[in-house]
């Protein structure tokens, strides 16, 4: 079956960085565009990154673009998501999501002093 696991979340200080990985499981990975989302409480979840199948083509959220980098590596099935310059805004709970219609379970972001 199709598993994908975040990790990498935590606390950060604003302008701190931290790096996201997704461990992906269950599907031929190299296939699939591979995406980030994210939800911060009380609002809609937003797309913030898209990679695709090779790696040779990228998409960012304007809100993160130039800040957050995101890759992956198709001999270990996993995607990553590097994150710089943090904001307190960038709070939220962010998601590994697969174009074949699977999300992770998510992992918690908190930018604070």
């Known amino acids: 079956q199709v598993q994908l696991v975040e990790s990498g979340g935590g606390l950060v200080q604003p302008g701190g960085s931290l790096r996201l990985s997704c461990a992906a499981s269950?599907?031929?990975?190299?296939?699939?565009?591979m995406r980030w989302y994210r939800q911060a409480p009380g609002k809609e979840r937003e797309l913030v990154a898209t990679i695709s199948t090779h790696g040779t083509a990228t998409n960012y959220a304007d809100s993160v673009k130039g800040r957050f980098t995101i890759s992956r590596d198709n001999a270990k099935n996993t995607v990553s998501l590097q994150m710089n310059s943090l904001k307190p805004e960038d709070t939220a709970v962010y998601y590994c999501?697969?174009?074949?219609?699977?999300w992770g379970q998510g992992t918690q972001v908190t930018v604070s002093s």
């Open positions: 269950g599907f031929t990975f190299s296939m699939y565009i």
């Open positions: 999501y697969v174009t074949l219609g699977y």
